[in-house]
């Protein structure tokens, strides 16, 4: 075991705190990574205030990592040391069902390991990226390309792969329409992400305060959804529409706007359930759907997307002192777009 520094929630209603966590010692597959920054996810925060259902505290949250690998097992073959690397979401899976076989490991039909919260396969609590290091199999740690720099290569590891892997399965492509709700930490990489794959993007956001900044980003269109006449103007329009907003919504509104064949995708989530009219699916033989993070092989796919293409998130660094006040931001969506720790300020 390895004690190394981190940043954790010590109950559900505390501030966080720096302190220190454990780090397994090395298997044979495994990977030592000396992280360099983390990014700050909404869920980051349900799941240390508890909202997400009770956890065990202390806790260190984090699941947009990036860093560089400092030591290998002896088994290691996919990673050396000195490579540039990211963990995201999950950090192992059964990889025997049909789902991880598939490459579907997110779906893992025995529960895959969350890289926070989850109970790991030597019985401790996985803790996540809020540290110093972290020592992860080989298998879940993805190449983080040359050309993306690692800061910027963070919020990739969920918000990215969250909304790349949506608008690839329902193929978001040249002549396609697709719309994204809201303009966060995942809206923002999903209006580029689509725009990248050559879908007419257009963004649906409570306000246009964000207007110039969603064009930037690639939207071709921009309406605000507290406007009645936008829904009236959008009837019939999209092929997808990805929601990124965790407030509840009115489905039927959102719905009417799917043209034949349309899917609206959820990727943020209301506690509550959402009512939906089925006669709003009726019509256009429109769908309803959700989509949780990728694949490990999809993540790659998508890490090597952005690098090609030139795309990555907008960031503000800040030092792990700055945590709190961040989540309070966060909180307020006064963040554009995506906080990152940087974790020198607590090696
Ligand atoms: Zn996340
Ligand atoms: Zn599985």
Known sequence: MRTVNAIAAPSATEPLVRTTIERRDLGPRDVLIEIRYAGICHSDIHTVRGEWGPISYPQTVGHEIVGAVTEVGAEVARHAVGDRVGVGC?????????????????YCLAGNTGTYTAVD???????????THIVVDEDFVLRVPESIPYE?????????????????????????????????G?????????????????????????????????ARHYYATGDPDTFEKLKNTFDL????????????AYLSLLRLDGTLVAVGAPP?????????????????????IGGIAETQEMLDFCAEHGIAPEVEVIDGDAVNEAYERVLKSDVRYRFVIDIDSIR
Request: charged letters at 15%; aromatic letters at 6%.
């Open 152 to 184: 910027k290569a963070a919020p990739l590891l969920c918000a990215g792969i969250t909304t790349y892997s949506p608008l690839s399965h329902w193929k978001a492509g040249p002549g396609s329409k697709v719309a994204v709700v809201g303009l966060g």
């Open 90 to 106: 999950m950090v192992n899976s059964c990889r025997e069902c049909v789902n991880c076989q598939a490459g579907q490991e997110q």
């Open 186 to 218: 995942l809206g923002h990489m999903a209006v580029k992400i689509a725009a990248a794959m050559g879908a007419e993007v257009t963004v649906l956001s409570q306000t246009l305060g964000k207007k110039d900044d969603g064009l930037a980003f690639g």
């Open 121 to 131: 396969r030597d019985g401790t609590i996985t803790q996540g990226g809020y540290s």
């Open 272 to 292: 509550e359930p959402l009512p939906v009219q089925v006669f709003a699916l009726f019509g256009n033989r429109r769908s309803f759907a959700g989509s949780s």
């Open 241 to 252: 529409i990805v929601n990124t907003v965790s407030a509840p919504v009115d489905m039927g």
